[in-house]
């Protein structure tokens, strides 16, 4: 049964994203907002006003991110007082005004509907993604989890065991 399954099948057709004039802020707060529903959501696909792909921030980018505005060495280093309450909102700050060019994906790895399960394993496994957008026509359909396939292959696999 494995063997038979699709890219479509395993993927999930509503996504979050945020337009590629969105703020850093934005997408974490788009992120946020759809781990409410999908905790093992990772990803957030930015699109231009047409509609069109321009790139992936997954919680890894943000991760960077953060780190580069919030998690500056100098303070985690820093022997003297630091008041992280203040450092932590002014980097909150500066989150609001990064821009998301710094921070995504602009090559993500794109297949195609009725590309088969194990097209899907491979991508993830030479790009060491865990993830990957559905598309046709131009049009971004869907995007399949590294957690998803995991899910669907060992269901099968549990039931070859018994």
């Known amino acids: 049964m494995m063997l038979r399954k699709r890219a479509w099948d395993m993927m999930r057709d509503d996504f979050p994203t945020v337009r590629d004039d969105a703020s850093l802020a ?8 759809s781990m409410k529903e999908t905790p093992d959501n990772q990803a957030v696909v930015v699109l231009n006003r047409n509609d ?4 992936v921030v997954t919680i890894w980018d943000l991760f960077r991110a953060v780190k580069s505005s919030v998690l500056k060495d100098e303070y985690l280093h820093d022997d ?4 992280w309450d203040q450092q932590f909102a ?5 989150c609001t005004q990064m821009r998301l060019d710094d921070y ?8 195609k509907p009725n590309d088969p399960v194990l097209l899907v394993l491979d991508s993830f496994l030479k790009k060491k993604r865990a993830w990957a957008l559905v598309e046709e026509g131009g049009r971004i359909m869907g995007i399949v989890y590294a957690t998803d396939v995991y899910r ?8 070859a065991f018994m």
């Open 90 to 94: 002014n980097a909150c700050l500066i």
């Open 52 to 55: 069109k792909l321009v790139g």
């Open 26 to 33: 934005e997408a974490i707060r788009v992120m946020r907002e």
């Open 104 to 111: 995504m994906v602009t090559e993500p790895t794109l297949l």
């Open 80 to 83: 003297g007082e630091v008041d």
């Open 152 to 159: 669907e292959m060992t269901r099968d696999m549990v039931r």
